[in-house]
C-alpha cells in the first residue's frame, strides 16, 4: 500500500537557523510529489511539485526541495527560516496507475520559529 | 478570480443521519478531490472526479460517495454517520486530474 512518512512531527528553531523536513514514500511506480503548507487559520496551499526533470525543484518563499527516486525521498529545504514560516507542513504523493489516481498525505510536520 | 468554495463552513449531524457537502471548483478546473482531515492528522483522499468521471477513491467505506456535475462541481454523500466521521471535509480542484490542487476552506462536520 502507498504511505508517506514525515520524519519530525514537531520542530521548533529559531529565526535564521536551517530547515530540513524529511519525506519519504513508499510507491513501486511512477509518482508526482507535492509540499504543502497551512499557516494558521488558512488554507492548505501549495509550497512547490515535482512531476519529472531536474530532481532539485523550487518553490514559494524561498523553499527548495530534492528528489532523491533511490531513497523514495523528498526532504524540503530552506537555508534560514523565518518568523512568518511558522507553519504545518505536508508532503504528498499522487500515484497514477492506469489512469487512476491515489493521493497520499503525510501527518504533518509543525513548524514553530522562534523570533 | 475565486477559489475554491465549499459549503456549509459548519454543520451538526446526529449520528445515523446524512449529510450533503458541496463544493464549486476554481473555473477552468475540471477535477475535484475529496479528503477527511481529523485532528492531528494529515488529509487522507476519500475520491477523485475528473470530468464527472470517478478517478480515484481512497479506503473508505461504501457509506461515503460523491459525484460531479456538469458544471464540475461536486457533493460529497455520507450515509449512516458514525461519531468517527467528525473531522474537516476538503475539497481540492486542479485542472485535470494529474495536477497540482488548491483547497477550499473545508467543511467542518460534527457528528453527535
Known amino acids: 500500500a502507498q504511505s508517506v512518512s514525515q520524519h519530525n512531527h514537531h520542530v521548533i528553531l529559531s529565526e535564521a537557523a536551517s530547515l530540513e523536513l524529511g519525506c519519504n514514500y513508499s510507491?513501486?511506480?511512477?509518482?508526482?510529489l507535492f509540499w504543502y503548507v497551512q499557516y494558521p487559520g488558512q488554507h492548505l496551499q501549495l509550497l512547490l511539485k515535482?512531476?519529472?526533470?531536474?530532481?532539485l525543484v523550487k518553490g514559494i518563499k524561498g523553499f527548495e526541495a530534492e528528489f532523491i527516486k533511490s531513497k523514495f525521498s523528498f526532504n524540503l529545504r530552506k537555508p534560514s527560516v523565518q518568523w512568518s514560516d511558522t507553519a504545518e507542513y505536508f508532503c504528498?504523493?499522487?500515484?497514477?496507475?492506469?489512469?487512476?489516481?491515489?493521493?497520499?498525505f503525510g501527518i504533518g510536520t509543525k513548524l514553530q520559529v522562534i523570533p | 478570480d475565486a477559489g475554491v468554495t465549499q459549503s456549509p463552513t459548519h454543520l451538526i449531524k446526529t449520528r445515523g443521519q446524512h449529510v450533503t457537502l458541496r463544493c464549486s471548483p476554481i473555473s477552468g478546473h475540471k477535477s475535484v478531490s475529496w479528503y477527511q482531515q481529523v485532528l492531528g492528522q494529515g488529509p487522507q483522499f476519500i475520491f477523485q472526479?475528473?470530468?464527472?468521471?470517478?478517478?480515484g477513491r481512497g479506503n473508505f467505506p461504501d457509506r461515503f460517495s460523491a459525484r460531479q456535475f456538469p458544471n464540475y462541481s461536486s457533493e460529497l454523500n455520507v450515509n449512516a454517520l458514525l461519531l468517527g466521521d467528525s473531522a474537516l471535509y476538503l475539497c481540492?480542484?486542479?485542472?485535470?486530474?494529474?495536477?497540482?490542487?488548491?483547497f477550499g476552506p473545508g467543511t467542518r462536520l460534527t457528528v453527535t
Open positions: 472526479y475528473y470530468e464527472k468521471e470517478e478517478r
Open positions: 504528498a504523493v499522487n500515484a497514477n496507475s492506469g489512469g487512476y489516481q491515489k493521493v497520499t
Open positions: 515535482y512531476f519529472s526533470g531536474d530532481p
Open positions: 510507491y513501486g511506480g511512477t509518482v508526482n
Open positions: 481540492a480542484s486542479s485542472l485535470t486530474s494529474n495536477y497540482e490542487q488548491y
